[in-house]
Nanobody, 125 residues
């Protein structure tokens, strides 16, 4: 079992930056692929990006490519989502998720077994 806790969400102005953190506890975090998803009001949860268990591979949704960066610190059992050049359309609850399969980085919700409770990011125009 893995427990995930996100933090770092807040209100930020358009064009600003924010770093979210996802702290994992429980079993072997370093062997899990990790993903970030987001859900805006009235919309479905969508894939933002992911990082492989080794940290050697990342993959991003087109909507955030070039603006968002995912990294992980296995010593701290934490994965980060650095968000730059934020836009109002980035406003959402952001969730981290863990996939123990060690296959390719998943982009679908069902590919992840464990989820955090989410953290709210609001970007004002």
């Amino acid at each position: 079992q893995v427990q995930l806790v996100e933090s770092g969400g807040r209100l930020v102005q358009a064009g600003g930056s924010l770093r979210l953190a996802c702290k994992a506890s429980g079993r072997t975090f370093s062997s899990y692929n990790m993903g970030w998803f987001r859900q805006a009001p009235g919309k479905e949860r969508e894939f933002v990006g992911g990082i492989s268990w080794s940290g050697g591979n990342t993959y991003y949704a087109d909507s955030v490519k070039g603006r968002f960066t995912i990294s992980r610190d296995s010593a701290k059992n934490t994965v980060y989502l650095q968000m730059n050049s934020l836009k109002p359309e980035d406003t959402a609850v952001y969730y981290c998720a863990a996939d123990p399969s060690r296959l390719r980085i998943g982009v679908r919700i069902h590919e992840y077994n464990y989820w955090g409770q989410g953290t709210q990011v609001t970007v004002s125009s």
